[in-house]
C-alpha cells in the first residue's frame, strides 16, 4: 500500500499601529495559519486533512500615571476549518477533524509600580472557543452514537482565567537584592473532551 498526499498553502499577516497620544498606542493585525495534514502511524483511517485558520486582532498599549503603570488590552477573533482534534480509541490515539471552530476573546496585562520596590502584576483573560459545526461519535460511549457538538467547548479552554502577583525588591548593599513575591492563579472549569 502506497498513499502519498502533499500539503501547502501560503499564509499572510498585516497589521497598522497608530500613535493614540504621547503614552497610548493602538494595533489591529490580521493573519492566517496553517498546519499540514498527515498519516496515522497504525491506523486505518485516511490522512488528516489540513487545518486552516483565519485571526484578526486589536489591542490598545499604554502608559500611565507618570510611568508608574503599563496596560494592554487585546481583542482577538479565530475562525478554524478542519480543526484537527485528538481522540483515544481503547489504547489507541489518533487525530481527526472537526469541521469549524470559532475562538473569541479578551486580554488584559496591567503592571503597576506603587513604590520603587513594589511591583503588582494582573493578568486576566475571557474566552470563548467553541465548536461551530462538528459531529463525532464518542469512543468512551459509542452506544450513543453520533453526537453534534456544534456549541460544545474547545478542550483546555476555560471561559475565565487570570492571575494576580505582587512582587517586593530590596536592595541589601554589597550582598546584592532581596526580592518576596508570589502570585495567585485562578481558571473557571475546562474540558479534557469534546464531548464535555
Given at each position: 500500500l ?56 486589536i ?21 478554524y476549518?478542519d ?36 511591583r ?11 465548536f ?65
Amino acid at each position: 500500500l502506497n498513499i502519498r498526499e502533499n500539503w501547502d498553502q501560503v499564509t499572510y499577516e498585516v497589521g497598522a499601529s497608530f500613535d493614540l497620544g504621547e503614552n497610548l498606542d493602538a494595533y489591529i493585525k490580521h493573519g492566517t495559519g496553517f498546519k499540514s495534514g498527515g498519516f496515522q502511524i497504525g491506523n486505518v483511517e485516511p490522512p488528516v486533512d489540513p487545518e486552516t485558520n483565519a485571526s484578526t486582532e486589536i489591542g490598545l498599549k499604554g502608559v500611565f500615571f507618570d510611568g508608574t503603570m503599563s496596560a494592554n488590552l487585546a481583542a482577538f477573533h479565530m475562525a478554524y476549518d478542519d480543526l484537527q482534534i485528538q481522540q483515544v480509541t481503547g489504547f489507541t490515539s489518533g487525530f481527526k477533524n472537526a469541521a469549524k471552530a470559532t475562538i473569541n476573546g479578551l486580554e488584559a496585562e496591567v503592571t503597576w509600580l506603587p513604590t520603587d520596590n513594589l511591583r503588582i502584576e494582573f493578568n486576566g483573560t475571557l474566552l470563548d472557543a467553541t465548536f461551530d459545526d462538528f459531529e463525532s461519535i464518542d469512543p468512551a460511549n459509542p452506544d450513543l452514537g453520533v453526537q453534534d457538538l456544534s456549541g460544545n467547548h474547545l478542550r483546555k479552554s476555560p471561559e475565565s482565567s487570570f492571575s494576580l502577583g505582587g512582587y517586593y525588591d530590596h536592595d541589601v548593599g554589597r550582598f546584592g537584592a532581596f526580592s518576596l513575591g508570589g502570585r495567585y492563579y485562578w481558571q473557571d472549569e475546562v474540558f479534557f473532551s469534546e464531548f464535555n
